[in-house]
């Protein structure tokens, strides 16, 4: 049936309506929020690229945990700023680090929030890389051991979950095989499967003083242009044991996320990333675009296109809009 007959306009004349055969809901259940701790108390330092997010010590980030609990948002995923940095990123896998620190606060307050944390090594090491430096190049396998130090250290600190997002090739086995030799085989993985070398990652690197000090990230996160090969990533971390897959960024990425929700049947994340945000809150700070319809349809295309859970800086006003 063509027009005249048929005329799509008939069920978008009242917002009722409109209700009633609307296909995508963005809930505050799909929200997962990053948030930045680093040494110090009373630190609570404004990210400037990142309005409205913070860099926190681990005491005013557990009043910001519990804020977050109270507008219902499921989950938190954390990335520290070590005191000290060195070549094979001590820090990061270290009994009293600044994430294990953090995680044990977060847990002895507000105990129900799930507690997820980004395992890599870039914000631990001098060198700014994700793994460990050998012969000037970024070493896979020596990385492993240190990738699956990191996750069973963080959680024995009491994590929920853990998040690989360095892309090294087999980091999802080997943290599967070490949580479960730790007696963690209930702790899930979320991994940062497909992962593009994106520019989008600037105002984070700020953020977390985690850019690469020579060189770039090209030679282990993914060739933007390549859409089949996400496909396999995704593919490969599942049969690695991933609990699920993330793809990020997700705005510029919608169709990878596509993709990867037709050939995994595994819960999809997607990561809206510090230069998605930035990029919105840049144009609504000059009044070019107007926040809360903006913010929520872009988040909404992510879910649209397949995404179940979103990690978002905006997930805050989100929440609060839901609940309006
Ligand atoms: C790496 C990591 C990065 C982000 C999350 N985990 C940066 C990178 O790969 O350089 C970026 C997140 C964002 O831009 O919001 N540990």
Same mark, same amino acid.
Request: proline fraction near 6%.
């Given at each position: 049936?063509?027009?005249?007959?048929?005329?799509?306009?008939?069920?978008?004349?009242?917002?009722?309506?409109?209700?009633?055969?609307?296909?995508?809901?963005?809930?505050?259940?799909?929200?997962?929020?990053?948030?930045?701790?680093?040494?110090?108390?009373?630190?609570?330092?404004?990210?400037?690229?990142?309005?409205?997010?913070?860099?926190?010590?681990?005491?005013?980030?557990?009043?910001?945990?519990?804020?977050?609990?109270?507008?219902?948002?499921?989950?938190?995923?954390?990335?520290?700023?070590?005191?000290?940095?060195?070549?094979?990123?001590?820090?990061?896998?270290?009994?009293?680090?600044?994430?294990?620190?953090?995680?044990?606060?977060?847990?002895?307050?507000?105990?129900?929030?799930?507690?997820?944390?980004?395992?890599?090594?870039?914000?631990?090491?001098?060198?700014?890389?994700?793994?460990?430096?050998?012969?000037?190049?970024?070493?896979?396998?020596?990385?492993?051991?240190?990738?699956?130090?990191?996750?069973?250290?963080?959680?024995?600190?009491?994590?929920?979950?853990?998040?690989?997002?360095?892309?090294?090739?087999?980091?999802?086995?080997?943290?599967?095989?070490?949580?479960?030799?730790?007696?963690?085989?209930? @702790?899930?993985?979320?991994?940062? /499967? %497909?992962?593009?070398?994106? +520019?989008? =990652?600037?105002?984070?690197? $700020?953020? &977390?003083?985690?850019?690469?000090?020579?060189?770039?990230?090209?030679?282990?996160?993914?060739?933007?242009?390549?859409?089949?090969?996400?496909?396999?990533?995704?593919?490969?971390?599942?049969?690695?044991?991933?609990?699920?897959?993330?793809?990020?960024?997700?705005?510029?990425?919608?169709?990878? @996320?596509?993709?990867?929700?037709? /050939? %995994?049947?595994?819960?999809? +994340?997607? =990561?809206?990333?510090?230069? $998605?945000? &930035?990029?919105?809150?840049?144009?609504?700070?000059?009044?070019?675009?107007?926040?809360?319809?903006?913010?929520?349809?872009?988040?909404?295309?992510?879910?649209?296109?397949?995404?179940?859970?979103?990690?978002?800086?905006?997930?805050?006003?989100?929440?609060?809009?839901?609940?309006?």
């Amino acid at each position: 049936m063509y027009f005249p007959q048929y005329r799509p306009r008939r069920l978008r004349q009242k917002e009722n309506l409109r209700r009633m055969v609307r296909e995508t809901y963005l809930q505050v259940d799909d929200l997962i929020f990053p948030l930045f701790v680093q040494p110090g108390q009373g630190v609570k330092e404004p990210i400037s690229s990142m309005p409205g997010n913070y860099r926190f010590s681990i005491d005013e980030l557990v009043k910001e945990v519990k804020d977050v609990q109270q507008l219902g948002i499921p989950a938190i995923i954390l990335f520290g700023i070590p005191e000290k940095k060195d070549e094979v990123g001590s820090e990061a896998y270290a009994k009293d680090g600044i994430i294990q620190r953090a995680i044990k606060a977060i847990k002895d307050t507000v105990p129900d929030i799930i507690v997820i944390t980004d395992v890599c090594l870039c914000e631990y090491t001098s060198h700014g890389h994700c793994g460990v430096i050998k012969n000037g190049k970024v070493d896979n396998d020596a990385t492993l051991a240190l990738l699956a130090k990191e996750a069973v250290s963080h959680a024995e600190a009491g994590a929920d979950m853990v998040a690989p997002s360095d892309m090294m090739d087999g980091r999802v086995k080997a943290i599967r095989e070490a949580l479960d030799q730790a007696g963690f085989n209930h @702790i899930p993985i979320m991994s940062y /499967a %497909v992962k593009y070398a994106s +520019a989008f =990652y600037g105002p984070f690197r $700020e953020a &977390a003083e985690s850019a690469p000090q020579f060189g770039d990230r090209r030679s282990y996160q993914m060739d933007p242009p390549n859409a089949r090969e996400a496909v396999r990533e995704a593919e490969l971390d599942v049969a690695e044991g991933a609990d699920i897959i993330m793809v990020k960024p997700a705005l510029p990425y919608l169709d990878i @996320i596509y993709r990867v929700r037709k /050939a %995994v049947n595994r819960p999809i +994340a997607a =990561y809206n990333v510090s230069g $998605e945000f &930035a990029m919105l809150k840049a144009a609504i700070a000059n009044g070019w675009l107007e926040e809360k319809r903006v913010v929520l349809e872009a988040l909404t295309s992510i879910k649209r296109a397949g995404a179940d859970l979103i990690l978002t800086y905006f997930a805050k006003d989100v929440a609060r809009w839901l609940s309006e």
